[in-house]
């Protein structure tokens, strides 16, 4: 046999060889768990939660599989996110209460010190009609949504650029959800009226904001409404969905979504807003870990608070008139949402929860301190509001 048949005989294995390889890595990644979806979860969004071996190692090793009970290493890494997000709920409340009290202080003071003459109620009155307060609102809240997302963000070693890679999104479904948002904004307008007739009856107000009298100037309008209208849904969103969504929905989807839907809803601190704001949530929640970037809900946010503000201007300044043409308005609206949610709830529901998310979702978060502190710090503070 000469040379070059051995060479072509060698130059055969080497290409067996490779090809055995080839075959033993597929199977091998066959046995491998998805890090990405280790449990299975045919609902969930396994792109949004992210590499789950970071919480168990164990899932590197083939034939691993998530046991029904978290083992304590990784119950603990898990309390841990929960408390991330606990920590930057309680910062964001003390952050931007403290600081609205301290500018405020030194704003009266200064104000006090240009005019010896006027009294406190005077000052505060004018601070309220003017554009100070609602100025200074945006300041506070624009700082103590981007801080503490970016904080938590970097506590759980999320990369920002998560937030905005959206996925699968068009004009037409940002329109679909716009026009479904109205209808739980709808739904909301009468839940909340049921409730405010329920605590009217004892004596209680749940809308314990009373804006009469709040910004009444051009400037002081022009403000409240770009914070209404833009600022507030993108920094509240980034806050929301983009950090804590992210850092609770490490285990279990469905547990982040009615978690931060609460949260949400606590924040506003009054019943009406809450009721629009949880359910909102859940929506808003829905549609970011659907596209994976939270622009989708920013959409949706600025559309629902935008809608709110005219329907409120066009009551308010065109009296039994604007009143028929708002409500007619919001009949449209509803009746169209309606109808978008039952084709987008024919094909797109809530991630479920498995037998082991279950275990991983408030069983965990009721154990972690900071996050029930943070839970009983925003309902206490709601409800002293309410009947103090």
Not at 198 to 222: E, W
């Amino acid at each position: 046999m000469n040379e070059e048949y051995y060479r072509a005989e060698i130059s055969s294995l080497n290409r067996e060889i490779r090809r055995l390889n080839r075959q033993i890595e597929t199977e091998r990644q066959k046995e491998m768990p998805d890090k990405l979806n280790p449990f299975n979860n045919p609902t969930d969004y396994p792109d949004f939660s992210g590499d789950y071996s970071d919480i168990m190692p164990e899932l590197d090793a083939p034939d691993c599989n998530v046991p029904l009970d978290p083992a304590p290493d990784e119950r603990r890494k898990i309390k841990r996110f929960y408390s991330i997000g606990g920590w930057c709920v309680m910062g964001h409340f003390f952050v931007s209460n403290i600081l609205m009290w301290i500018v405020m202080l030194v704003l009266k003071m200064v104000l006090k010190s240009q005019n010896s003459g006027a009294g406190e109620d005077l000052i505060d009155s004018y601070m309220e009609s003017s554009s100070i307060l609602a100025g200074l609102n945006m300041l506070v809240f624009i700082l103590s949504n981007i801080l503490f997302a970016f904080i938590g963000l970097k506590m759980a070693n999320i990369p920002k650029t998560q937030l905005v890679r959206t996925r699968d999104f068009s004009f037409g479904k940002s329109l679909q959800y716009c026009l479904i948002a109205g209808f739980l904004w709808t739904v909301s307008i009468f839940a909340s009226a049921g409730v405010e007739n329920i605590f009217s009856h004892y004596g209680y107000s749940t809308n314990v904001m009373d804006m009469d009298g709040v910004a009444v100037t051009g400037t002081g309008f022009a403000v409240m409404m770009i914070y209404q209208c833009v600022i507030a849904p993108i920094t509240e969103e980034i806050f929301f969905r983009g950090m804590l969504l992210r850092v609770f929905s490490r285990a279990n989807q469905r547990f982040a979504v009615f978690a931060t839907a609460f949260f949400f809803g606590l924040g506003h601190h009054n019943i009406p807003q809450f009721v629009l704001a949880f359910l909102l949530g859940i929506f808003l929640a829905h549609i970011t870990l659907k596209h994976n970037s939270v622009i989708p809900s920013v959409i949706v946010h600025i559309f629902i608070n935008t809608m709110s503000g005219i329907v409120s201007y066009v009551e308010s300044y065109f009296g039994l008139n604007g009143i028929i043409v708002a409500e007619c308005l919001i009949l449209v609206m509803a009746i169209s949402g309606f109808f978008m949610l039952c084709l987008f709830r024919g094909k797109d529901k809530i991630p479920s929860s498995t037998p082991e998310q279950s275990r991983r979702g408030i069983l965990i978060a009721k154990n972690s301190v900071i996050f029930v502190s943070a839970v009983l710090l925003q309902l206490i503070y709601t409800v002293a509001l309410i009947f103090m």
